[in-house]
């Protein structure tokens, strides 16, 4: 179980390292952030800073979560190049300072980390629906990269195992199927 424990870990924060670098890779090789929906990786943005303030906050172990500052990270680098190539990287400044505050705003009372992290199920699908929404209105993949999801989908997967071996947290349990590994770009 514990190796089962630590090839989990290790391959989900190898992965989450390079989760987003596709995506990142597409989106400068094609000089456009097209494909990309704005809504969704600002929810996903969202989903990912609930999550990695809650397990701060309640001190889980850090392999559990050291995937999503770098998750965060790469979305940040995502925002900026959406912003970049649709001409207005400074339109970008509300959205990092709002992401900045939320992370103060999650722990000036437990309920509403609490309520945050209840919610994180419905941020995750409506980042999701809201990626889908825009590919099907577009009708152009544009820079979406399938090695990101397939790499997505196996993240979530491991998170789910190492969550129901690491922690008893119903709540997490149920949070890192949906935000483990995000499917919206």
């Avoid at 094609?30 to 989903?47: D, K, N, T, Y």
């Avoid at 209840?118 to 590919?135: D, R």
């Avoid at 209105?137 to 993240?155: E, H, I, P, Q």
Wanted: aromatic fraction near 12%; charge should be positive.
């Amino acid at each position: 179980m514990e190796l089962l424990l630590g090839f989990c870990n290790w391959s989900t924060l190898g992965l989450c390292a390079a989760l987003k670098l596709p995506q990142i890779s597409a989106v400068l090789g094609a000089r456009s952030a097209r494909g990309i929906s704005l809504p969704s990786l600002l929810l996903e943005l969202g989903g990912f800073l609930v999550f990695l303030r809650y397990q701060w906050y309640y001190e889980y172990p850090l392999l559990t979560y050291l995937e999503y500052p770098i998750l965060i990270a790469q979305d940040l680098i995502l925002l900026l190049c959406v912003f970049h190539f649709n001409g207005d990287v400074k339109r970008a400044a509300p959205y990092i300072a709002l992401c900045v505050s939320a992370w103060f705003i999650l722990t000036l009372q437990k309920w509403i980390l609490d309520l945050a992290m209840n919610l994180c199920t419905f941020i995750s699908a409506a980042s999701k629906f809201a990626q889908l929404q825009y590919l099907w209105k577009a009708r152009d993949s544009g820079a979406v990269s399938a090695l990101t999801w397939g790499l997505a989908s196996y993240t979530s997967a491991t998170r789910i195992i190492t969550t129901l071996m690491t922690t008893n947290d119903l709540t997490r349990k149920l949070k890192s199927y949906s935000t483990g590994g995000e499917l919206s770009q």
